[in-house]
């Protein structure tokens, strides 16, 4: 049974979809003005753990992500850089896609660009303007907060402090603006992109992005809504309203809202020389796998401090789950099944799934993990693991990277391992041949895909580096 904390309550509570089979979800996705740091793939690291783990329920999913292609920020770098705004932002949205996929981030099943929804929103604009709870004025227009009285309930901020009436028009501002705000907004600049369309020359604003989005694909009412804490207000609160005030449905049942990441305990910041991109921590050596594991190696709810003594102790982790596995595949095992190290199995396998039902509780799942891996380390050494025994651990062991992404399992029968396998019996045929040159050239072959080998009495033993 899942249990998720659900902002719109403040509490842990069961979660199902809806319909029983389909967690539909929509995850806030990356504003592409720049490349994303280490803190932005905190947050989509934890969507990824949320996203594996609904798929483990055995529950299909339906997760739509936006791309935020336009905002103040693009705008002026585009400017800046004299490029149309889709050349500017293809580049960090690659970008943005390629290092998710150095961190094992499974993409979403539909990733939408804002700038191809454009009269997806207008239609939702003249809907609100219909009803009244829209108004224009100087060219943009806005969401009038005093017509939606729910307004926040998410974020529980005192509606008594809001200033109706008041207007807020920047994409940026202070979270303790709770104003009126933003649907579409006039241009300013001369060379400033903009839409002519039936509500008027311009360009959307933020938050409409998202409620438009998000209901044309998952449905008026969906199972569940992500971001980072911050934004939980205002973004999500007038995502809420906007798309409640249309359409007179609950809009989403679950929202769920991941910590932030500080690095050694400060906010990220260029001027601190704290504020680090994946690419900058791969050019200093950095394992995106070890990357990975630091990110998932704090719950959600808690605030991450990245340190560079962790991230080492991380990619440590990582060593010893392959080492483990490196030893295990290579033990020479008895036939049959030892019944302690199958109990001692059962119990990590269920602490590991209790944990993660519990609220994604990632740091006592891969508790449970090194657990097994200290006692099974013993076992082996005391000869009591059987060949059974070892099937099954491995099998766990893929079920255990299929759920966290930070196992990369030698012993694993994928298509690069079939490809070693062959490349070692190769070279073992070169060798009986005496043909030693060949030999060192197969040999290279498998350090060049950072493939370790040992040769011992047993034959030649092989893992990743
Ligand atoms: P943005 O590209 O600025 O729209 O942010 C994308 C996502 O990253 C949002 O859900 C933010 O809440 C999240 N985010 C931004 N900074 C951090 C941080 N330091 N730690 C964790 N998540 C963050
Ligand atoms: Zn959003």
Redesign the pocket.
């Known amino acids: 049974m899942l249990k998720l904390t659900n902002t719109l309550s403040g509490e842990l509570e069961e979660f199902t979809p809806a319909d029983g089979k389909t967690v539909r979800i929509y995850v806030?996705?990356?504003?592409?003005?720049d490349y994303?740091?280490?803190?932005?793939?905190?947050?989509?690291v934890f969507s990824d753990i949320l996203r594996r783990h609904i798929k483990s329920k055995g529950w299909e999913i339906l997760e739509v992500m936006n791309i935020?292609d336009v905002d103040d920020k693009i705008i002026e770098k585009a400017l800046a850089e004299d490029v149309d705004l889709r050349t500017y932002t293809d580049k960090y949205t690659d970008a943005f896609f390629e290092d998710s996929e150095l961190l094992g981030i499974e993409r979403p099943e539909q990733i939408v660009r804002a700038t191809d929804h454009i009269p997806d929103m207008v239609a939702l604009v003249r809907d609100l303007l219909e009803k009244d709870i829209a108004y224009a004025e100087g060219g943009s227009i806005y969401f009038r907060v005093s017509a939606f009285p729910s307004y926040g309930r998410l974020s529980r901020i005192d509606t008594r402090e809001l200033k109706v009436g008041a207007r807020v028009d920047v994409d940026e501002y202070d979270k303790e603006s709770p104003q009126d705000f933003v649907l579409w907004k006039a241009p300013k600049l001369d060379k400033e992109p903009r839409w002519e369309t039936d509500i008027g020359t311009g360009r959307p604003g933020w938050h409409l992005e998202c409620s438009a989005m998000s209901m044309k694909y998952l449905g008026a009412s969906f199972d569940m809504h992500?971001?980072?804490?911050?934004?939980m207000f205002p973004h999500h609160e007038n995502e809420i309203a906007q798309s409640e005030a249309a359409t007179g449905k609950p809009f989403v049942r679950f929202w769920v809202h991941?910590?932030?990441?500080?690095v050694e305990g400060q906010?990220?910041a260029k001027s601190a020389g704290t504020f680090y991109l994946l690419r900058d921590l791969i050019d200093k050596g950095f394992d995106p796998l070890a990357i990975r594991y630091l990110l998932v190696s704090v719950p959600y709810r808690k605030q991450?401090n990245f340190t560079f003594d962790g991230l080492h102790q991380a990619a440590q982790s990582i060593d010893r789950i392959k080492e483990f596995l490196f030893r295990l595949s290579s033990a020479q095992l008895a036939a049959g099944e030892d019944a302690s190290t199958a109990g001692v199995l059962d119990d990590a396998r269920s602490r590991f799934d209790a944990a993660l039902d519990d609220d994604l509780n990632t740091a006592v799942a891969l508790a449970a993990v090194f657990d097994l891996i200290r006692t099974v380390n013993t076992a082996l050494e005391a000869g009591t693991v059987r060949e059974q025994n070892r099937a099954r651990i491995e099998a766990w062991f893929d079920e255990v990277d299929r759920r966290l992404g930070i196992v990369r399992r030698a012993s694993a029968r994928g298509d690069k391992d079939s490809r070693v396998d062959e490349l070692i019996a190769q070279r073992k045929e070169a060798r009986a041949a005496r043909d030693f040159a060949l030999a060192d050239e197969i040999r290279q072959q498998l350090t060049d895909m950072n493939v370790v080998i040992e040769d011992t009495k047993d034959g030649t033993r092989w893992r990743f580096e």
């Open positions: 806030c996705g990356p504003t592409v003005y994303a740091h280490i803190g932005n793939f905190r947050y989509f935020t992500c971001g980072g804490v911050d934004l991941s910590e932030h990441l500080k906010k990220m991450l």
